[in-house]
């Protein structure tokens, strides 16, 4: 957990979503599979369940660069985190960005306004979704790779599309 901040956790791990957020991959499922490359969440790994990190997809130790090797898809999908600041998307509490909301989300804290603004931005990825589908057979992985691993980034599981 970041330095002075700490939160809690009125809710139980893993349920009472909002009933508009309804994410198909839990956060320990995407560390599996592979997501922003490897390097995202490592220096946090103390807050949340030691299991969700136990068959994480991960860089080497003192490795900083991000590897598109590590994601399910081999593809790049992440922005640059002075990209995401920039536009506006990191809550002050969150610094790394939505994947840190959803871990402290799925734990069970709720922050009233910023969930609501974290689940819109969650629902917009869904313009991608239709993209996939109208493009893409199910379950080809070498059709829209780069696509496919954004939206496994929002807890979307594409490898179902």
């Known amino acids: 957990m970041q330095k002075g901040y700490s939160y809690k956790l009125p809710e139980p791990i893993g349920k009472n979503f ?4 309804k994410p198909e991959l839990t956060p320990k499922q995407m560390l599996m599979l592979g997501v922003f490359g490897g390097v995202y969440m490592r220096d946090c790994v103390n807050e949340f369940p030691q299991d969700w990190f136990a068959n994480a997809k991960f860089q080497k130790e003192g490795s900083y660069m991000h590897d598109p090797k590590l994601n399910y898809f081999g593809a790049n999908a992440s922005q640059s985190l002075l990209v995401w600041k920039k536009k506006g998307w990191i809550y002050k509490d969150d610094p ?7 871990c402290r989300y799925y734990m069970g ?6 969930d609501e603004r974290q689940i819109k ?4 990825i869904r313009r991608h979704i239709a993209q996939i589908k109208k493009n893409c057979q199910v379950g080809d992985k070498v059709c829209r790779p780069k696509q496919r691993q954004a939206v496994l980034h929002w807890a979307y599981d594409s490898r179902k599309m």
């Open 109 to 114: 804290r709720r922050i009233l306004g910023e």
């Open 121 to 124: 931005r969650w629902k917009a």
């Open 18 to 21: 909002d009933p508009a957020f």
């Open 96 to 102: 790394r960005g939505w994947f840190q909301w959803y």
